[in-house]
Nanobody, 124 residues
Framework: QVPVVESGGGLVQAGGSLRLSCVAS????????MGWFRQAPGKEREFVGF????????SYADSVKGRFTIDRDNAKNTVYLQMNSLKPEDTAVYYC?????????????????WGQGTQVTVSS
């Protein structure tokens, strides 16, 4: 198992910002695609965005595009999710995941290791 641990969640007012961090252990972190997903109460887990191993490719869900940014520091085995202009509908548990297998980075089923999640609550 490769521990993946998220942090940085909390309560923020609409329009505010949060920066989530995800630390992943393991010698191959720098080779892994890292994804962020979220799950709101009563809803299925949904794709937020991903970053490839080198950090030169990112992709985001339409719902967060222009507001969220993913970057990574391979020297620290850490990936970040910067969330700006937060909306109440962004309220969810946010999960970080590592993908080593071949397959689309948009689907949760293609990720190998998951963190426990961190709660983000945006008040109106």
């Amino acid at each position: 198992q490769v521990p993946v641990v998220e942090s940085g969640g909390g309560l923020v007012q609409a329009g505010g910002s949060l920066r989530l961090s995800c630390v992943a252990s393991g010698r191959t972190f720098s080779s892994d695609t890292m994804g962020w997903f979220r799950q709101a109460p009563g809803k299925e887990r949904e794709f937020v965005g991903f970053i490839n191993w080198s950090g030169d490719t990112t992709s985001y869900a339409d719902s967060v595009k222009g507001r969220f940014t993913i970057d990574r520091d391979n020297a620290k085995n850490t990936v970040y999710l910067q969330m700006n202009s937060l909306k109440p509908e962004d309220t969810a548990v946010y999960y970080c995941a590592a993908k080593r297998r071949v397959g689309s980075s948009y689907f949760a089923t293609n990720y190998d290791y998951w963190g426990q999640g961190t709660q983000v609550t945006v008040s109106s």
